[in-house]
């Protein structure tokens, strides 16, 4: 992901953040790591290691 995707991202995060609840803490990662589930067809489970442990990445 470029930072010009970034930034376009963000305005999407932004646009729809919750009213109430928790937060996502790393916004980037959780995208990163959902993009990289897409395109090599995998699943969470199967996420790599540099994306931190997968219960935490979807947590973000």
């Known amino acids: 992901m470029t ?3 970034w930034v376009v ?3 999407v995060f932004r646009a729809s953040l919750p009213r ?8 980037r990662l959780f995208l990163e ?3 990289y589930c897409a ?6 489970r199967a ?3 540099r994306f ?3 219960d ?3 947590r973000a």
């Open 3 to 5: 930072d010009g995707d």
């Open 9 to 11: 991202a963000l305005e």
């Open 20 to 27: 109430r609840g928790d937060r996502g803490r790393d916004n």
């Open 33 to 35: 790591a959902l993009h």
């Open 39 to 44: 395109v090599h067809n995998i699943t969470w």
């Open 47 to 49: 996420l790599p290691e």
């Open 52 to 54: 931190g442990k997968r």
């Open 56 to 58: 935490s990445v979807w």
